[in-house]
């Protein structure tokens, strides 16, 4: 919400059509702000992204192997878990996307909680709820991927009202 307004303040605007948000620009120095902020953001998305690619097949990794890699001494176990969670928490923060995990896992778990009547359905919603939030925080290239390609879309956006190069004066 901040960045749409930052845009609009700058002499971007930010209007949503058949639900994908298009990016217009009213002059040349707002298209290259947006550029600029963009590729400084996307830069910093792609380490994100790389680490959320990593720790997504860590947590593969650390479920598929043979339970007595990890599971000899409670401590290893403990470690491994340590470094998955801290390595999953960079990738949210390097590149974004932890707020629309948490929103999807609220869309899901209120699905949840809709399908069961009374008493099941606070259980239920709970559970989906739980099971939605491990999902995402064992597989983060899901939602750093979508912040990703959400700034790829401004910069492309910027780059084509500056005439279709990166590098336009």
Partial sequence: MDQNINQQNSGAETSNIQNEEVITFNDVAAAKAVRDKAEKVMKRAWIGFILAAIVSGFWILFK????????????????????????????????????????TAF????????????????????????????????FPIIFVAIGYSKKKKEYDAAVLYLGGSGTAA
Wanted: charged share 10%.
């Fill in 107 to 138: 869309k899901i778990a209120k699905f949840g909680w809709t399908i069961l009547p009374f008493p099941a359905d606070i259980i239920t919603g709970i559970i989906c709820f739980g099971v939605a939030l491990i999902i995402f925080i064992a």
């Fill in 64 to 103: 598929v192997s043979p339970p007595d890699i990890f599971r000899e001494s409670d401590t290893a176990m403990a470690i491994a878990l340590v470094i998955a969670l801290v390595l999953t928490i960079a990738a949210y923060v390097l590149a974004g996307g932890f707020g629309s995990a948490i929103k």
